[in-house]
């Protein structure tokens, strides 16, 4: 990976130094998997202010919790084994991290101070901690095209997307310690729970409230709601978004947005009564979409028509697009501290 950032970096990190309140500072992170880089975006003007290189594949991106710091996966389809490091900060590319044995690293998240990521070359789910440089975890769900993941804030549960097999993964630390929840534990004792979904399953987010998980299947459009206390399809929905690619609640948890790839639609639907609300064109296809941290907007990555489309979430239309390169895909933010 080039370690040459654009002269547009010091102007983030002068964003970075004057910015306000915790939204004002928020900056929006797109991936281009044709360009090959990292578009760093103020969501208010809606321009790019820096772009860094990444490597040859990349598909999901993560700032740290401080949002000093970015970390893409570099897929490969599954053959590859890295991610790429950018300090948001000082605008330089830091050494990308050699993930194999943990080979296809693809979803990705930060919670407790480390990286969570999916293997899917490896079928398995890993953690890696920024502090020591170590993986420090691992788990393998033996299922295939092990793609997405979400961690709950406490560190105990880990969902994830089994792409080709139809089904979602719940791994749960089951060991609690001396001193009740959350109290430091000696080991961990991890167990798997597989729920069969359909076939194509990718995208998936968990209802703010934490009771729910909406999975969203390319293969027959249809989207499976599982509840999480009993780890049970509790309904399937014929949502007809045939190409389905990522799934998300809107922060009020009031409606679901569904991408697809083979739609130039953006499929919304009521969480409460699962029936259809609106279909919002925004191009020709799409993967990616992120809330706007205030629940105002949504942003979604139209790869086939390279940009971003932003949505009201009020009035359900297109306000805006972002020239992020070509391919956008992956969405994160990146809020200092």
């Avoid at 597989?194 to 009771?211: A, C, L, T, Y």
């Avoid at 028509?305 to 391919?327: C, E, H, N, P, S």
């Amino acid at each position: 990976m080039k370690l040459l950032l654009t002269a547009a970096l010091p102007v983030w990190a002068a964003l970075l130094a004057s910015a306000g309140g915790a939204t004002a500072q928020a900056k929006l992170l797109a991936l281009s998997k044709g360009d090959h880089t990292l578009a760093i975006v103020d969501p208010v003007t809606l321009k790019v202010v820096a772009k860094a290189p990444v490597g040859s594949d990349p598909h999901e991106v993560i700032a740290s919790a401080d949002g000093r710091t970015a970390y893409v996966t570099i897929y490969g389809g599954g053959s590859l084994h890295e991610l790429d490091v950018i300090d948001l900060v000082h605008g330089t590319a830091l050494h990308p991290i050699d993930t194999k044995p943990f080979m296809g690293p693809h979803g990705i998240t930060f919670v407790g101070g480390k990286v969570w990521f999916t293997a899917e070359g490896s079928k398995c789910v890993v953690r890696y901690d920024p502090a020591s440089g170590t993986f420090d975890w691992t788990m393998g769900t033996g299922q295939n095209r092990t793609h997405m993941i979400y961690v709950t804030p406490d560190q105990r549960r880990v969902y994830t997307t089994n792409v080709s097999s139809g089904t979602v993964s719940i791994l749960v630390d089951t060991v609690i310690g001396p001193g009740g929840p959350g109290a430091p534990r000696p080991h961990g004792d991890w167990a798997q729970t597989v729920i069969p979904v359909s076939r194509g399953s990718e995208g998936f987010d968990v209802s703010p409230d934490g009771k729910q998980l909406w999975a969203a299947a390319a293969d027959d459009g249809t989207v499976a709601v599982i509840d999480l206390a009993s780890k049970t399809v509790v309904d399937k929905i014929d949502a007809g978004v045939l190409g389905a690619n990522r799934l998300q609640f809107t922060r009020d948890g009031r409606l679901v947005l569904i991408s697809s790839l083979r739609s130039g639609d953006i499929a919304v639907l009521d969480a409460a009564t699962h029936k259809a609300v609106k279909k919002i064109a925004i191009g020709h296809g799409a993967a990616g979409i992120l809330m706007e941290p205030d629940g105002s907007r949504a942003f979604i990555g139209c790869t086939a028509d390279d940009y971003v489309a932003v949505i009201d979430l009020k009035t359900l239309t297109v306000v805006g697009r972002i020239d992020v390169g070509k391919g956008p895909d992956g969405l994160a933010w990146a809020t200092p501290q």
